[in-house]
């Protein structure tokens, strides 16, 4: 008789789910865990990290859109003639500029990122994109 060793393990390894699966079954508790959020909660960051968030934020987040003026024109003139000399992605910054914002309003509470953003994304939708 020819046996064929793959054929043994696979038979092997389902017999070994089947058991598993009913060893399982005895451990499965008898209600759902429920997540519940706490109401009121809320939290912040003190120390190092807080200097670091803040420091990024007014060292990169509030100035880069002035600085760096092509995270917006490459949306503004897609069609130019010469093109730009850009990388392939240039046009993921802005979307990768706007996380942040949103990640630095969700962590300090602070409007400046807000009002600062609200700027940046308004100037964005007004780009000439035919997908927005």
Known sequence: MNTNPL???????LLGLVW????????KP????????PRGAEFGFG??????????????LLIASCSNVAMLQ??????????????????????????CGVQAMRLTQDEKPRTHLSGFVWDLMATPAEDW
């Open 47 to 60: 120390g190092f990290v807080e200097e670091r968030i803040r420091a990024n934020m007014r060292n990169w």
């Open 74 to 99: 490459r949306f503004r003139d897609p069609d130019r003639t010469p093109c730009r000399d850009l990388v392939p992605w240039a046009g993921e910054f802005a979307g990768k500029y706007v996380i």
């Open 30 to 37: 008898a209600t759902s865990p429920v997540f519940e959020s």
């Open 20 to 27: 598993l699966d009913g060893v399982a079954a005895k451990f």
């Open 7 to 13: 054929r043994f393990l696979l038979l092997f390894g």
